[in-house]
């Protein structure tokens, strides 16, 4: 039993850059999301899903995009990097609302 | 939209202290979630609670849901409970998801 299972865990890009983030759980959740973890900042959220094939917006959704594959994977896709993007990206899921979360080990992505 | 204020930011104690940290959210819940997450790693799920007192091991977690407020406690500390504790609630504001407190960072001396 897996969990949440996040890849890659470090990526360095070039400014302009693209690349892909993958998420994968098997818990059986319907809810993903995708958060980000900057520095003297807590995690904020980028995108979620609350079922396979429906995506929303969260806090900080600009320069990126997700799809929701199956109910499995959410993936979080970069088109073109930009330095404001350096942060640690965390994948997460929940059975529902109002139960426990669990979290991907973390990407730690570098825009130089 | 909920915020999320925890305190104190940074906490150094001695080995064997009885550690407390704070927080305070503005927007009723339903449930409120203490994470952990040790240097470089990964984070963890301590507890989620919705009323009452939560305990496992040395760590217990209650919350006060009329005041808005949730502590988390940690019994003889000991260096391997060094990491950084995050509070984290539903969002709300139509939007799902959670939002998180800066967390606590915690080091624990011998």
């Known amino acids: 039993n897996a969990g949440v299972t996040q890849t890659p865990k470090f990526q360095v890009l070039k400014t302009g850059q693209s690349m892909t983030l993958q998420c994968a759980q098997d818990m059986n959740h319907n809810s993903m999301y995708w958060y980000r973890q900057d520095p003297g900042m807590g995690l904020r959220l980028i995108y979620y899903s609350a079922s396979e094939g429906t995506t929303d917006k969260g806090e900080v959704p600009n320069g990126y995009n997700v799809s929701r594959l199956n109910k499995r994977e959410f993936s979080l896709r970069l088109e073109s990097a930009a330095p404001s993007q350096t942060s640690v990206y965390f994948c997460?899921?929940?059975?529902?609302?109002?139960?426990?979360?669990?979290f991907g080990q973390g990407t730690r992505l570098t825009v130089v | 939209k909920n915020e999320v204020e925890q305190s104190p930011q940074n906490l150094t104690a001695q080995e064997g202290e009885f550690i407390t940290i704070n927080c305070s959210y503005s927007?009723?819940?339903?449930?409120l979630h203490w994470l952990q997450q040790h240097p470089g790693g990964g984070i963890v799920s301590l507890f989620m609670?919705?009323?009452g007192k939560k305990k496992h091991g040395r760590l217990i977690a209650t919350i006060n849901i009329q005041e808005k407020h949730s502590s988390l406690h940690i019994t003889a500390s000991h260096p391997r409970d060094s990491a950084v504790y995050i509070c984290a609630v539903f969002s709300g504001g139509g939007a799902d998801g959670l939002t998180f407190g800066k967390g606590t960072h915690l080091i624990i001396q011998p």
């Open positions: 997460a899921t929940q059975g529902s609302r109002n139960t426990e979360a669990f």
């Open positions: 927007v009723g819940i339903s449930a």
């Open positions: 609670l919705s009323s």
